[in-house]
């Protein structure tokens, strides 16, 4: 394919597609191997064979020989087989291995393993107490019990964040962990859940120290010279480091649809690669041994920036580009893509299950195969070409991978295009100038200060865009997950290419659309569909953790747990317009309720914290009170029989008790304020995490725990007991859960026992931000922010 830049105002030439079929066989029998194993990946391989001897029997005929079509078909079937077949014996092994034994007995192991990736930091940890972090990692040797082996394998390590901080990618260590089974598809033989830092680690590899340095050098360069959110951002742009990235800004790019800014991707490998080749050029340098220059340039690039699923797929497009240049051949940007997908898929076949690589693969196919037509035709319509082909980029971006981002997330932003159109100016020049500032800092500290504080204006330009995309009302909707959100997009993708496609449906699309304009805009601003109107208790989506809100009757809340972090419960808050909560009430320590106190307490007004006896005293009850003082908000304790009135509000604290909260006494769960909120449409009854020990206790006590609203507890978790729910007998209960969280919230089990009570249940990860309003004359109605009204 030609660049559409220099073709003038003519339609681009055709694309040779001739190797697509084959890279689309190859992660079809990949991805069905991974999640079917060997008793799906062999008889793809069996049937894919049997065709393949088919084709080629019949070809000997006649009707492949020489026919092109005919030999696709033939080579796609081979590559189907090749590539089932070695899924299959991946996924025996996988199966066979020693450790998935282990794993599903959850024994205790010595395992001597070598990361392939950073630690990364659990962004949503549910476990509680101390922070988390996560990496894959090759398996070099176990000891399980007495049986000790040299084996190889992939493994996922999850481990406390203290210890782990200098790690580094291809360093041996000894780390001594349980281990465990992994959800969800893939090659990796089993988990490890480390007990605390490595027993024993070996000096890492020359170029990955190296590489930490450039990397640590570029973050200390940007920290000493930009604001924080800035710092953050420049490092995310540069070597896909988004360690540092505020949460407030993380949230910004998602709902602006920027994230893949800060996934080290394929604009940043052509821009490279690009200003390599450029200077070797200056110097004189011939073809051949440029190319030797810019490849070593590709490998230090990839070694730095870490191997993710996009930076791979670049890297192995850029060096087929390479090897064309080398060849004399002129570059063909689909067949490059095609074979990359291929290559990668051999080497990390658990990419073919890998959201981001598809990702990045289908914008770069979108690049290929639909911007030169739309900057063709912008063209002729008299676009200057610099925003013809800005704006035909983030079109074609969007529209071949919102299909996929409504699959994986649920969601579809209606700020993606405009947000990237913006942002595209500076991305060139700041991806430049952040490579020069990690280069420098490096070899001159000073310099490379000097370099990043020059990025500061396009860093500012990036966040407003982001902030002010994110801040648009209704910037996203929700769809359904998996295959049927992604079907919906699709539908209406090809929808309005057909409505496109005619004057007349233009025509008459345009004035409906002004028409519902005109009709919605007023709506919104006067009568907006979110907070619904009446709302009394609102559980906010945050991921796997609770926080809930409930209306006080005169324009305070009071809100009860925070999830884990800031920015999920601080935009709920906002979208509810809370600025002010009379009570910010935590029910136990665990991080998943109590970490994103911070987004309560920032930029609002906050009464109280209150929490239950002795919680301050355990792990995790200093930094809530630091947190608190940080925004002088006074803390205080309650305990089971006070009652609270706030507005229209009657809190009754039912548990826990002072002789169950003495330190140690029982779990951190089992300390969790169990609270009854008396509304206007009933009776709330807010349970935290407690387990089956405690509400057994609120039973035996005689306490009444009848009520018209359930927030189920422990997110559903199976440790609820069967004779507390039917006590309860709530009308709706709600479930607060991560989407796709490991741990099966909610158990069937649950949802089966409240199903059988003729209970209307609603799961945050299924429906969102979810609220029980008023209706009529004190009847309850469930409103969700994603799926409607809904009448338990």
Known sequence: MTDPGRQGDAEPR??????????????????????????????????????AAVVFAGGMRGPVRGHTGGRILLATLVVAAGFGGAIAVRMDFAEAHPLADAGMRGSWITAEIEPIDDPKMMRRNAFGGDMQVWFPADLHHVRIGTRSMATGGAVVVFAPAEGWAN?????????????????????????????????????????????????????????????????GLLPGLVVGDTSEVPDDVREDFRVAGLTHLTAVSGANVSIVLGAVLLLVRAFGIGPRTGTCVAAVALVLFVVVVRPSPSVLRAAAMGAVGLLALVTGRERQALPALSASVGLLLLLWPDLAVDAAFALSVAATAGLILITPGWVARLRKRGWPRPVAEVCAVAAAAYLVTAPIVAAVTGTVSFVAIAANILVTPVLAP?????????????????????????????????????????????????????????????????????????????AATVVALLAAVAVWLPIRIWNPGWPAAGWVFVACDVGQGDAVVLATGDGRAVVVDAGVESEPVDRCLRRLRIDH??????????ADHVGGARGVLAGRTVDTVMTGPGATDREGGAALLATA???????????????IRVGTLTLRVLAPTDENALPGAVSENDHSLVVAAGTVVGTILLTGDAEADAQDRLLRNGIDVRADVLKVPHHGSRTSSARFLAAVRPRVAVVSAGSGNPFGHPHPE???????????????????????????????AVVSDTRGTIDP
């Open 167 to 231: 790690v580094l990618p291809g360093q041996r260590l000894t780390i001594r962990g349980r281990a465990a089974e992994l959800p969800g598809a893939g090659t990796a033989v089993a988990a490890i859940r480390a007990d605390g830092a490595p027993r024993h680690a070996e000096s890492a590899p020359a170029v990955q120290r190296w590489a930490g340095s450039v990397r640590d050098r570029l973050t200390t360069a940007a920290a000493r010279t930009l604001t924080p959110a800035q710092a």
């Open 581 to 590: 909560v009379a009570m910010l009430m935590i029910s136990h320590m665990h």
């Open 14 to 51: 055709r694309v040779d597609a001739r190797l697509v079929p084959c890279a689309a066989a190859a992660w079809a029998a990949t991805a069905a191997g991974l999640h079917g194993g060997p008793p799906v990946a062999v008889p793809v391989t069996v049937v894919a064979l049997a065709a």
């Open 629 to 643: 003082a940080e925004f002088a908000v006074p803390v205080r304790q309650t305990r089971a029989g006070e009652v």
């Open 430 to 506: 700041l991806t430049v100038l952040g490579s020069l500032v990690a280069v420098c800092a490096t070899v001159a500290p000073v310099a490379g200060e000097v370099l990043a504080g020059s990025a500061a204006p396009m860093l500012w330009w990036l966040l407003t865009v982001a902030d002010h995309a994110a801040s648009v009302p209704d910037a996203e909707a929700s769809v359904a997950g998996g295959l049927p959100g992604a079907a919906t997009v699709i539908a209406i993708a090809l929808g309005s290419g057909a409505v496109l496609r005619h004057r007349r449906l233009r």
């Open 750 to 780: 649950i949802v089966g026992a409240l199903t059988d009570l003729g209970t209307q249940i609603l799961q945050t990860d299924v429906h969102g931000d979810i609220a029980v309003v008023r209706a009529g004359s004190g009847a309850l």
